[in-house]
C-alpha cells in the first residue's frame, strides 16, 4: 500500500481507529498470527461504504474480522486492510411479535454468546445450538457455525450485506444458500445486520438447554485453551475428531502447538506457537490420517496471509 493511500484511509475512518502494522496475533483467540499491513475499526455505515469504495477503486485487498476464532494469519503477515465492525455494530433488539414467532435485529459484531443469553434471558428459543461458540454474529453467519443441535442459519430470516461496490442490499432467507460450515453470497462484502427468527418459549427451558450444552462443550473440548475450536471440517457424517484420536495423534506437538489431548480436532496454542508450527501440524495430521483411512481432510478454519 502507498503512502497516499494510507493517508487516504485516515481520511475515510476516523485515524485513532486506524493501525499499520498491527500484530494479529492480538486479535486472536489462538494468539497467533503477523502483522496485518493496515488494522481498521469501522464504526458508521458510511465509513463502511467509503471503504469498500476506496477499496474497490485503488485495487487495495482487503477482509473482514470478526473476533479471531477461526482465522489463522501467517508469520509473514497480510497485506491491505483487515477490517473489524466496531460498537455501532453491535446490537441486539426485538423487531416484532407474530403469534409465538418473534423477529429479532442483531448487528454483525454483536458476540455470539451475549446473543445466546440474551435470548435464554429473554425466553427465546433458537440460539441453543450456539451455546459456547466463540466469534460474532458476522463472523458466524459467514461460517454458518453451529453444533449438532443446529446450526446459525437455520434461524436466520434476513440478512444485510455491504456490496464490494459499497451498496447496502437486504436479502431474505429463501435468495440465501446456507451449507455445512459454509454461507455462500457472491459479490458481497461485509455482513452489517441479520434479523433472525425466534420462538417464545420457557426461559427456564432455555437456559437450561444453554447450560447442558456448555457443560458438555467444557467436558468434551479444550475450552479456556488458546485455539481456534476445530481445525478440520467432519468428512460427511464421520467426525474429524475420531478419525484424528484414531490415528494416534492427540499430544503430538510441534513447537508451541499441540493436538489437544482433550479434542483431537483441537490444535492448541502452548503459549509460543508459531502460525508455521501449526500449519505444519496441519499437514501432519493431514498426511498421517489420509496414510491410515484415505479420507483427506479439509480445514474448517481459514488460513491467510504469507508465509
Ligand atoms: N471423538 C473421539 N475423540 C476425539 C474427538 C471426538 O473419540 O478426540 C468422538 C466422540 O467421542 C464422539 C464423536 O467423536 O463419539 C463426535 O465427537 P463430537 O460430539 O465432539 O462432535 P464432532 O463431530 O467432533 C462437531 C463440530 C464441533 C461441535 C461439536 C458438538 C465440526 C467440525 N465440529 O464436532 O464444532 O462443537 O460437533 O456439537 O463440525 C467447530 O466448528 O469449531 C466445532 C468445534
Redesign the pocket.
Known sequence: MSREQKEEIKRIISPERVFFGEPMAKHSTMGVGGNAECFAVVNSLEELKALLNFTSERGVEYRFWGNGSNVLVRDKGVRGIIARLGEKFDFVEELRRDGDDVHVSVGAATSTQKLVRWAAAEGLMGMEGLAGIPGTIGGNLATN?G???GAIGDVVDELTVVTKEGRELSMKRQALRFEY?SLKIPGTSALVRAVLKLKKSSAEEISARVEEAMKR?RK??PVGEMSL??I???SGKT????L??EAGL?NVRIGGARVSNV???FIVNEGKATARDITVLIGLIREKVREQTGISLET?IEIIGDE
Open positions: 457455525a453444533t449438532e443441535a460450515r462443550r468434551n473440548q475450536g476445530c478440520f471440517k467432519n467426525s474429524a475428531g475420531l484424528i484420536d492427540k479434542h483431537a480436532n474448517e
